[in-house]
């Protein structure tokens, strides 16, 4: 057998794993899209974000209640050591991000507070920049200064398209919390199931989501009135499920797979796809679509980050490397 044969046999599995990753995260990418039409319908009919959040979450939690308690059978140390990762996974990379894309989303469309999330990339290359003292490349400054252009012509400064300042503040909460969502995908053990970490997650996210609730932090407002998709009345219970089952559970997981398959610079990467699909699914759904100098720049934040992640400097992260199994 020459050495060439070896190295190909060695590439092709390796090749093969990444595709069904990219394949994965893909899917994740479209299933997380799907949340902001279906949560903007439920708040057009009289939803507060928390409501829609809190019943999200708490769906979704008790959809992997049963999944996640199987998965830990034989696992409970490796929970245990996990646990503060578990914590802050469910507090800031679900509730942090759910309740400022939500709220988001009540003062603007679902595409442009998705495109304002989607500088976490940016704020990562900050944080890197500050607290390693090191300056980042040119491709990652060249792209920073795109991105926050872009950023300028998705706010339309000109007033022909109106953008709350509550609307960016919460979209940019979001950010934080996606940037936090793509770190804590590569700071588990390996002997965690993704399973559990979402699970786990979940619930933590959803007793967060209604102490806040309790406390008065987040308005809670139901409503049983048809929603409107497609032109459609639909009953309520049609984009609840979807979030719960679809856009939560079946997301979440799928998107903690490709993170641990991929790594956080090629799955993030991967996950600028949501903002393709989140406009699509805008304007088939919702009959919703940002402005032109909205969608320029849209492009220019996704050439930004794009030009970012290009950068071997870029966020500082490298691919997980394998962990050694803890005893117990």
Not at 223 to 234: F, H, P, R, Y
Request: hydrophobic share 55%.
């Amino acid at each position: 057998m020459t050495t060439q044969t070896i190295l190909t046999d060695a590439v092709r599995p390796a090749s093969r794993a990444q595709a069904a990753g990219i394949a994965v995260a893909l899917l994740s990418a479209l299933m997380f899209a799907l949340s902001g039409p279906f949560a903007k319908s439920l708040m057009d009919s009289g939803w507060s974000p928390g409501a829609a959040v809190l019943l999200r979450v708490g769906g979704a939690a008790l959809i992997l209640l049963v999944p996640t308690l199987l998965a830990m059978r034989g696992r409970w140390g490796t929970l245990r050591r996990s646990s503060k990762v578990i914590v802050l996974y469910g507090i800031v990379a679900i509730t942090g991000a759910q309740v400022g894309f939500f709220n988001a989303v009540s003062y603007m469309s679902v595409g442009v507070a998705l495109l304002i999330e989607y500088l976490a990339p940016v704020l990562l290359v900050l944080l890197v920049w500050a607290r390693t003292r090191r300056r980042p490349g040119a491709l990652t400054i060249l792209g920073t200064v795109v991105a926050i252009l872009g950023m300028v012509c998705v706010l339309d400064l000109t007033g022909a398209q109106t953008v709350h300042p509550l609307g960016v503040a919460w979209a940019l909460l979001a950010a934080v919390s996606l940037a936090t969502y793509f770190v804590l995908g590569t700071r588990v053990s390996d002997d965690l199931p993704p399973l559990v970490l979402a699970g786990g997650g979940l619930v933590v996210g959803t007793v967060t989501v209604a102490l806040c609730g309790a406390t008065g932090l987040l308005p809670m407002t139901f409503s049983t009135s048809d929603v409107t998709m497609l032109g459609v009345q639909l009953s309520w219970l049609v984009p609840i499920l979807a979030l719960a089952l679809i856009s939560t559970a079946a997301a979440y997981v799928t998107g903690i797979v490709a993170t641990a398959r991929l790594g956080t610079r090629l799955a993030s990467f991967v996950g600028l796809s949501e903002v393709v699909f989140a406009v699509l699914a805008s304007w088939l759904l919702l009959a919703e679509l940002p402005g032109l100098l909205q969608l320029l720049g849209g492009v220019g934040i996704l050439a930004g980050v794009i030009l970012v992640r290009s950068d071997r400097y870029a966020l500082g992260l490298t691919p997980p490397r394998r962990r050694r199994k803890a005893a117990g």
